[in-house]
Nanobody, 127 residues
Framework: QVQLVESGGGLVQAGDSLRLSCAASGRTFSTYAVGWFRQAPAKEREFVAAISGSGSTIYYATSVKGRFTISRDNAKITVYLQMNSLKPEDTAVYYC????????????????????WGQGTQVTVSS
C-alpha cells in the first residue's frame, strides 16, 4: 500500500509563494508518474501539474504555466510543487496522486491515471 502525504499549504496573500510537498512511502517511487490536482469549493477537481517517474516529462495546466514548477527528488521520495505569483483563484485543496502501475496509455492530466491519492492540503490566497 502506498501512502502519500501532502504538506506546505497555508494562507497567503496574492503574489506570494508556497511550496507544497508530497511525501510517499510504501514502495519504489521513481518508476511512477505523480500528478498534482486541486479542487475548489463547488468545483470539479482539476489537473495542475504532473511529472514522469524519471522527471524528464512535465506537464502543466494552462492556468498555472509559468507560475508553478513541479519537481521530484526520488532519493527523498518526494515531489514538490513550487507555486509563485499566487492568485485568489488558486485557492483550493491540493492533492498529489501516483500510479499503481505505469499507465502510459492515459494522459498525465487524466485523474484516472492515478490510483493513490493523498489527503490534500489547503491553499488559500487572499486578495
Amino acid at each position: 500500500q502506498v501512502q502519500l502525504v501532502e504538506s506546505g499549504g497555508g494562507l497567503v496573500q496574492a503574489g506570494d509563494s508556497l511550496r507544497l510537498s508530497c511525501a510517499a512511502s510504501g514502495r519504489t517511487f521513481s518508476t511512477y508518474a505523480v500528478g498534482w490536482f486541486r479542487q475548489a469549493p463547488a468545483k470539479e477537481r482539476e489537473f495542475v501539474a504532473a511529472i514522469s517517474g524519471s522527471g524528464s516529462t512535465i506537464y502543466y495546466a494552462t492556468s498555472v504555466k509559468g507560475r508553478f514548477t513541479i519537481s521530484r527528488d526520488n532519493a527523498k521520495i518526494t515531489v514538490y510543487l513550487q507555486m509563485n505569483s499566487l492568485k485568489p483563484e488558486d485557492t483550493a485543496v491540493y492533492y498529489c496522486a501516483t500510479e499503481d502501475e505505469p499507465r502510459y496509455y492515459k494522459d498525465y492530466s487524466d485523474h484516472q491515471r492515478y490510483h493513490y491519492w493523498g489527503q490534500g492540503t489547503q491553499v488559500t490566497v487572499s486578495s
